[in-house]
């Protein structure tokens, strides 16, 4: 028996009738109260008829009774207010700071046993998901209302990790935006490069410059450390216009070795996602005001679909020429930098600015972009969940890393739905 499955029982009031007291009195839950997952009692704000008494207070909750005294409990003010303990097997009569008696219910025979063998099951599953044999079973209702609050809790996610680089930025939109475009570029694994180089390299730099293409490459590349060592006119070149502007900025370029080439594709390497971030770099007169101001999935594939400078048509990387072939971003790339940076920056924008049409476009945008097609979303298709769009499939790769990975079968709806059958 674990807390946390006596806390589900309590929060949902699954507890058989009558419910009687270990003192004898009959037992009404009028509200259980809230959750605390901090330190301090495990429900506040609870109310409770006790007898004719309606008591109004904080829960604290133990597999054994006698688990209050181990955790010192009965030298514990803070606990002088708890109105009930809520025990699976009441071993021991306990006290509080003041060595008045609480209140005790035990649960030992107080819930069907079913929910809880369910619910045991989904904890030593051994499937992909705890729930994969039964999850296509789920009230379709059930599955899409909590996938939409899913969508809504990672957007949410996502949207306060950039509010907290913003912060970092003093409210610099554009800095901002420049630094998380640029994580987005290095697409997981040069995601630390990408970021690095970043910070290392104001926008304001790029802003000053970014008429001239060329400029634009030579300071990424000359930042990112790529530019040693080369041979070649257009190498040259860009190290030479690095060195001009290095100076006046006092810049020191990065550790090259944080560049990962190792089992990428070709058009995934480094040197192309910087050629690419380059011309969108280039193409924009104000990159945050230009991103925030398009709200349709066409438009934003448009903005994101760049050409790499003429250098790279024949080049993937600066030592050797390759077959002749434009590298303009990818369709996956566009929905990915779109879902991970722009549906979160308008979310965030939304709701800094008080806008409310701004957090119905972020949303808007994800449902009318294509569901992604990777290996959990395609395992989640084949239990028979529908996968409409990217909101979907956002919402599936949240539940899966948060809620599926850590066995949170209790703080997920379909897990709810499928535990208490």
Known sequence: MKEEFLWYL???????????????????????????TNAGPDFFNAKVKIGSTIWAGNVEVHVKASDWNKHGHQYDRKYNNIILHLVYENDVHIVNSKG?????????????????????????????????????????????????????????????????????????????????????????????????????????????NKNDLITVEALLFGQAGLLQDLKGDYPAKLYSRYQQIKKSHL?????????????????????IRIAQFASILHQSSDLYKELININEKNELFDFFSIQCSNFWTNHYTF?????????????????????????????LHGRLHSEDDFLEKSVHILQRLPSENNKIVRKFHALGLQINNASDSQALLFLKKQYCDHKKCLECRIGQHLING
């Open 10 to 36: 309590w929060s949902n009031k699954l507890i058989k009738q009558p419910i009687i007291t270990a003192e004898g009195e009959p037992f009404l839950i009028m509200e259980p109260g809230i959750l605390n």
């Open 100 to 208: 008045k008696s609480i209140p005790t219910l035990e649960l030992r025979n107080g819930f069907d046993e079913k929910i809880y063998f369910r619910y045991r099951d989904f904890r030593e599953s051994r499937w992909w998901i705890p729930c994969a044999n039964l999850i296509g079973k789920t009230d379709k209702f059930i599955a899409r209302s909590w996938l939409k609050k899913i969508r809504n809790e990672i957007i949410l996610f996502k949207a306060d990790a950039i509010r907290k680089i913003l912060i970092m930025n003093n409210h610099d939109w554009n800095q901002t935006l420049y630094t998380v475009l640029a994580t987005g570029f290095g697409f997981h694994v040069n995601a630390i490069g990408f970021e690095t180089l970043a910070k290392s390299l104001p926008y304001q730099i790029i802003l000053e």
């Open 251 to 271: 810049l020191e370029p990065m550790d090259p070795k944080l560049w990962n080439f190792l089992r990428l594709r070709p058009s995934n390497f480094p040197t």
């Open 319 to 347: 030592y050797k020429t390759s077959k002749q072939q434009v590298k303009k971003l990818g369709k996956e790339a566009i929905i990915s930098l779109v879902i991970n940076i722009i549906v979160p920056l308008k979310y």
